[in-house]
């Protein structure tokens, strides 16, 4: 059979992914004894943090082999706080295993994972863990699943014992009987030689069965679905053989070399570690690779197997596989080696609160600065701010969570003390209506850069996009790319202090100088011109929503419907069903931080809440905040002149 897969597991948090994890490769006999979350010693949760509270943290790599075929697994974290992770693993993933728990069913975070590889069209194969819990019910759940996510849904097993230590999984053949039926009914809708034997009333032979339900598999028409309890066994054994029914990787050594960094990390010994799935090509020990969009090539040192905790050396990288490279220096994640590979971009979350962080010792406030530059280089979304005019340090963060992990990072791996201030709603902001942004800067000489924009607010989610309507003769091309490269930062801060989002912006006129201008002077004239069109625009704010999923007894539902209405939230209709309730609701982030710790309280920890998030909506003036401005505002403009010219 042979090959290599690479898959990702992904669930909300809770579901049991790493416990899977490990009974998976036990059963495969890569471990001798096996590891469990409780006692902390598993595979993939194997630094002090995540042993500690018994969460994961980062997405680990490790490997195993069952009937031939090469299965790199990425154990990925499922709590939100973490998304991030998740979101990098994506991208180099053949297939995936959703793991959805029968004790607490589709979470929020469920959905989220659903709709990414949905949108990423990554095939994915559903194992329902837990099925020993007190009160599951499988069918049901099955059912959830076909109508919420996809009528595709295959059914792979019967099960007994469901809600007892003693259940137990058998698999469905596909030569007769239910499987037989769903295989037969897949192939028939769109198979021409199936089809020859469904019309002359022959049973379609197995091998065409298996050979379109891969197709219908790869190409996430159908999502085979096993049942099973990791932490008993059960099921892993019927699973790993689910595995194989997942597309394998490209395996093309022949072709241009392309790769997709994914992950980096830092080795006290070793350095960086560009960790990178190889879609195509071969890259050897000493070999200099090419970094798209650099100038420079970097020589690979040492090429290593990651396997949790343990490294071993590989010396070559060849295409379908992952592995980590050492000696890459100015590597960053996102990287691409060599040639482009497909693009695969989702955001599964983004940080919705900024924290100061300050050392305990202030004399370590530089040591500090560069402790958190070389995190943000492994978790991009921390988008680090460090301002040296005011000495203050500024994080970005997803959750309460990830403060304490960042916390015990530092600690461990730097050996200082972190403190932070009360995280803050991060808000953004956007034009309120379409206006002209003018700037003409020819004053102190030698300078020269004048420039027109047309400013556009654009609907929720647009971000930013930039265009030119001028040709070279108005404004240089290379000067018009400057004007591009300095937009994105000068956006950073609008008029109130926040980004500013969801706009597009159109170079519609202005000059350059042949002799006087200089080829810094559009830098400098870029924000000044920004501003001044958000000031003729008038800006937004928009704050973070999130999207609230509350299930409880239903005797919760009119204080629910308070609490909700109290957070200026929107929701609908509850929906109860056998004494409980279940309720959505989209609310502000900045009046629902704490709000989970008081939902515990209401339903003395019985009720269920998750949340995900939901977008940005303009927010009354008087209920937002505005920014303390970093640096110079380009509004001061002779200040700002004098600071671009590096003349303060």
């Known amino acids: 059979m042979g090959g290599i897969i690479n898959i990702g597991i992904v669930a909300h948090a809770d579901a049991g992914k790493t416990t899977l994890t490990e009974r998976l490769l036990f059963e495969a006999g890569e471990l001798r004894t096996l590891g469990s979350v409780d006692g902390r010693d598993t595979q993939t949760d194997w630094m002090d ?82 099925l020993d819990r007190i009160g599951v019910r499988p069918q049901e759940l099955l059912e959830e699943l076909s109508r919420r996510f996809s009528p595709g849904i295959i059914e792979m097993e019967r099960w007994e014992g469901a809600g007892d230590r003693s259940c137990r999984v058998y698999p469905l053949e596909p030569e007769s009987g239910p499987l037989n039926d769903s295989l037969t009914e897949l192939a028939v809708d769109s198979d021409p030689e199936a089809q020859e034997y469904f019309l002359s009333d022959s049973p379609v032979p197995v091998p065409i069965l298996l050979r379109v339900f891969k197709e219908r598999i790869a ?111 100015g590597v960053r994640i996102g990287d691409v080696i060599g040639s482009e590979p497909l693009s695969r971009e989702v955001t599964l979350t983004q940080p919705l609160l900024k924290a100061q962080v300050f050392p305990k010792m202030p004399e370590q406030l530089s040591d500090m600065v560069a402790a958190l530059g070389e995190l943000t280089e492994e978790d991009p979304l921390l988008d680090m701010e460090w301002e040296p005019e005011e000495r203050e340090l500024y994080i970005k963060i997803t959750g309460m969570i990830q ?84 937009l994105p930062d000068a956006l950073k801060q609008g008029l109130y202090g926040w980004e500013v989002t969801d706009l597009r912006i159109t170079l519609t006129g202005g000059s350059h100088h042949l002799i006087h201008t200089h080829p810094l002077d559009f830098f400098t004239a870029t924000p000044m011109a920004l501003m001044n069109g958000l000031e003729n625009t008038g800006s937004t704010l928009l704050e973070p929503m999130v999207t609230m999923r509350f299930s409880a007894g239903e005797e919760h539902a009119g204080r629910l419907i308070r609490d909700v209405m109290a957070m200026r939230g929107e929701f609908d209709s509850p929906v109860i069903h056998n004494g409980s309730l279940t309720m959505e609701a989209r609310v502000p982030v900045a009046d629902s931080l704490n709000y989970s710790v008081e939902f515990a309280s209401l339903t003395g920890g019985r009720g269920v809440l998750s949340s995900r998030f939901s977008g940005y909506e303009p927010c009354p003036p008087e209920l937002g905040k505005t920014a303390k401005r970093r640096g110079i505002d380009p509004r001061d403009r002779a200040k700002w002149i004098l600071h671009s010219r590096s003349a303060l």
């Open 49 to 130: 943090i995540e042993r500690q509270r018994g969460i994961s943290v980062k997405a680990s790599s490790t490997r195993l082999f069952w009937r031939d075929c090469q299965i790199n697994l990425i154990d990925t974290p499922g709590h939100v706080d973490f998304a991030g992770e998740v979101q990098r693993s994506l991208s180099m993933l053949d297939a995936a295993v959703l793991v959805v728990s029968a004790a607490e069913g589709i979470q929020g975070q469920t959905e989220v994972l659903w709709e990414a590889l949905e949108k990423l069209e990554i095939p994915t194969l559903l194992f329902i863990n837990k």
């Open 219 to 329: 190409s996430r028409i159908a999502f085979p679905v096993y049942l099973g309890a990791a932490a008993l066994g059960v099921g892993i054994k019927e699973l790993l053989d689910g595995i194989l029914l997942l597309p394998r990787a490209r395996q093309d050594e022949d072709a241009p070399l392309s790769g997709l960094v994914y992950k980096v990390e830092h080795d006290k010994a070793m350095g960086k570690a560009a960790h990178v799935r190889l879609f195509s090509g071969a890259i050897s020990n000493r070999d200099t690779v090419p970094i798209r969009g650099r100038e420079q090539v970097e020589k690979v040192t040492q090429i290593r197997r990651v396997l949790g905790r343990r490294a071993v050396d590989m010396g070559r990288l060849a295409a379908g596989d992952i592995g980590a490279l050492y000696g890459l220096s």
């Open 403 to 486: 403060l304490e992990v960042i916390s015990a990072l530092i600690k461990e791996r730097f050996g200082m003390e972190a403190g932070f201030s009360s995280p803050s709603v991060i808000y953004k902001e956007t034009p309120t209506r379409s206006g002209i942004g003018i700037e003409e800067y020819t004053w102190p000489k030698p300078c020269w850069a004048c420039i027109e924009f047309q400013i556009e607010p654009m609907e929720r989610g647009y971000g930013f996009k930039f265009q030119s309507a001028v040709g070279d003769r108005v404004i240089l091309s290379r000067y018009q790319a400057h004007i591009a490269q300095a």
